[in-house]
Every structure is written in structure tokens, then in C-alpha cells.
């Protein structure tokens, strides 16, 4: 597996967070917000500018990241005006993902319904029945585009999204029959809010095949109080979850990327600091063995 960062979690100046990822030997940049646009909205003078700022440093394009289809609601349906605008930019990000060797591109879901099944009363009082039923139409059209333009969507595992577990997510898949064309991007602190334990119930969920990227970050997060607060990578709930995570992918061979999704601060606002805090545990964790230690490579 391979180490990278969302680079506009140290800055959005391109320039800038490649010479940060330069100091710790990170070889793939997550695109998501670069200078003042999120990526499907440079022109194309810009995606070139990026190109070569990306292969002149040495690096690789692990992800072209943009928020599709976050906003969209169980009463959106396919081709209306809003799913129309999200198509139009995903097909944008395709376009963008070509010219910069970007193998996968991120797509996320419409907002959370929170309780889609239920059971002995349940399915009467408290679901939100057929809410579910209004996701796979959005995504199907996205599928077949990614299929024809051969490359590969991840479905981000979101806060506040229907997709909000690994869970949710391989139900996705599964409804969408798009195992192939469609893979889970697994951000197990946004899972936290759905209160699924990220390792070993999230991870196993996703075994045969499902998995396709990761975010790491670590949280703390108060549901009833509907707080979330960022954590120092190791400080937060997922400190005790993420070696046996990390020695699972070894075992089993997980060849992708992983991504520092770098949005905590010390509390000045100051995210390039925050990154600098938490970088040096998420190398220790997820990085490859030194040759016959017990711990693993700073």
C-alpha cells in the first residue's frame, strides 16, 4: 500500500503542499481544492499547470476528489436540473483525471435519511420508507459513464450522507451490481458518526473485493450533542483501531492508496501545523516495516 495526503489539507498553493509532501517522502497527491477551485472547475490551462507541477515533483494523482452529488436529496430525481449540474461536473473530473493519470474519482451521496429499514413497528412509525430506493437511480448514471470512460468512482463513506458506513455503502454496490466500476472509499472516522466500529465490523464488511481508497483522520464525536471535534492523529477514538487496521491491509494485500485527509488544527487554524502533528503517526502506522523492527518506518 502507498502513502499520500489530500494536498488542500496543507494547502491549496499546488506548489506548496508538493514541497511539504516532498519533506516526508509522499509520493500521491489527492486533488480536491487546488488554488481557488475545486477540482472540474480549472480551465484547462490550469489541469495542464497542474499536470506538470505534479510530474515535475515526481508524484502521482491518487484521486481527483469532488464533492458530486453532496447536497442532493431523496426528492432530487435523475436528470432533473440538480442531478444534471452534478453529472455535468463528474463528467468534468473524468476529463480532468485523463489528462492528470488519475485512476479513481470520488463521488459522494445524497443527504442522510436516518432511518431507512426498520422492523416490529419500526417499518411503520420511524422509516423513511423508499428513501433508500431514490439513491441507486442518482448514482446509476455516473456508474455507466465511469464504465464507459473506463475508470474507476469511489463512494465515499460521508458525514451526513446516505452512504455513511461501509455498510451502506456495499449495499450500494450490490444494489447497483457495479462491484467492477465502483469501489468504497473508506474514511472510517466519517463512519464513526454511524457508530461503526471502523476495525474489525467497517473493515470486514468490505472484504472480496469492495474496498478501493482510504482516508485517515481520527475524531471524537458526540452524537447526542451533535458535536464532532478533529482530533491529533492517535488522540481520538480511532487511536486503538488503526494498528490492527493497518496490519490487516498488509496481511491481505491491499495495494492502493492511503490518503492523510489532514483537517485538524491545534486550534489557531493553522492546517499545515495540524498535518506536521499528525503525520509522523499516520507514517508510523501505515507505512511500510523497517527491515526486522517491531515498529514501523517514521
Known amino acids: 500500500m502507498e502513502l499520500g495526503v489530500i494536498t488542500d489539507g496543507i494547502s491549496r498553493d499546488l506548489d506548496h503542499a508538493l514541497g511539504v509532501m516532498d519533506e516526508f517522502d509522499l509520493d500521491h497527491a489527492e486533488l480536491q481544492f487546488v488554488w481557488e477551485s475545486e477540482v472540474g472547475d480549472h480551465t484547462p490551462q490550469e489541469i495542464q499547470r497542474i499536470k506538470d507541477l505534479i510530474t515535475g515533483r515526481g508524484k ?3 484521486c481527483l476528489s469532488r464533492h458530486v452529488f453532496a ?3 431523496t426528492a432530487n430525481r ?8 452534478h453529472m455535468d ?11 492528470v493519470g488519475s485512476p479513481l474519482v470520488r463521488i459522494m451521496t445524497s443527504k442522510k435519511e436516518q432511518i431507512l429499514w426498520g422492523s416490529h413497528g419500526a417499518e411503520k412509525w420511524n422509516v423513511a420508507n423508499g428513501a433508500w430506493d431514490t439513491l441507486p437511480p442518482l448514482i446509476a448514471p455516473a456508474v455507466e459513464f465511469a464504465r464507459a470512460e473506463r475508470l474507476m468512482l469511489v463512494v465515499e463513506t460521508g458525514n451526513g450522507t446516505m452512504v455513511n458506513s461501509c455498510w451502506t455503502a456495499r449495499k450500494l454496490i450490490d444494489d447497483l451490481d457495479a462491484k467492477e466500476d465502483l469501489k468504497i472509499l473508506w474514511d472510517p472516522a ?9 476495525f474489525p465490523d467497517g473493515y470486514k464488511t468490505m472484504a472480496g473485493g469492495y474496498l478501493g481508497h482510504i482516508h485517515i483522520k481520527d475524531v471524537r464525536v458526540d452524537t447526542p450533542r451533535a ?3 478533529v482530533r491529533r492523529m492517535g488522540e481520538g477514538q480511532l487511536a486503538s483501531q488503526f494498528q490492527p487496521m493497518a496490519d490487516a491491509l498488509r496481511s491481505d494485500g491491499y495495494d492502493g492508496v492511503i490518503s492523510l485527509e489532514s483537517v485538524y488544527h491545534g486550534g489557531d487554524g493553522d492546517f499545515e501545523a495540524g498535518f506536521r502533528a499528525c503525520i509522523g503517526t499516520f507514517k508510523s502506522l501505515f507505512g511500510y516495516p523497517t527491515n526486522g523492527a517491531q515498529g514501523y518506518a517514521q
Open 190 to 198: 466519517n463512519n464513526c458518526w454511524a457508530h461503526e466500529t471502523a
Open 71 to 73: 447536497g442532493m436529496t
Open 227 to 229: 458535536h464532532l471535534e
Open 78 to 85: 435523475p436528470g432533473d436540473a440538480l442531478h444534471t449540474k
Open 89 to 99: 461536473a463528474l463528467k468534468r473530473v473524468v476529463e480532468m483525471a485523463h489528462i
Open 60 to 62: 502521482k494523482v491518487s
